[in-house]
């Protein structure tokens, strides 16, 4: 019913850029809340960022100052810009869509919905 398609990781050399993307469709209400995740060779899957349908943010330390999320409710899109990046931000980046409410016969429903993933290399 909701899928996340996601775009724009790829392969950096440290200290560039990448901007990810990732838009929500289906016959969606509204969001609460949108963010990416990340697994690493090896490491467990965490939070990078997120944020409210009231714009309130929230990173992890380890990207704080150098990665900024964003999103634009009319399009149910959330992006997560990457500066500086460094090879320890190697991994699979997930889009996550929390608290989506869609229209059911009565009522509404909740629903969580995570991306397919998109990998983010950073290497010279």
């Known amino acids: 019913q909701v899928q996340l398609v996601e775009s724009g990781g790829g392969l950096v050399q440290p200290g560039g850029s990448l901007r990810l993307s990732c838009t929500a469709s289906g016959n969606i209400l509204t969001i609460a809340t949108m963010g990416w995740y990340r697994q690493g060779p090896g490491k467990q899957r965490e939070l990078v960022a997120t944020?409210?349908?009231?714009?309130?943010?929230n990173y992890t330390d380890s990207v704080k100052g150098r990665f900024t999320i964003s999103r634009d409710n009319a399009k149910n899109t959330v992006y997560l810009q990457m500066n500086a990046l460094k090879p320890e931000d190697t991994a699979v980046y997930y889009c996550n869509a929390d608290g989506i409410v869609i229209p059911t016969m009565p009522g509404i429903r909740f629903l969580e919905v995570w991306g397919q993933g998109t990998l983010v290399t950073v290497s010279s």
């Open positions: 944020i409210t349908s009231g714009a309130r943010l």
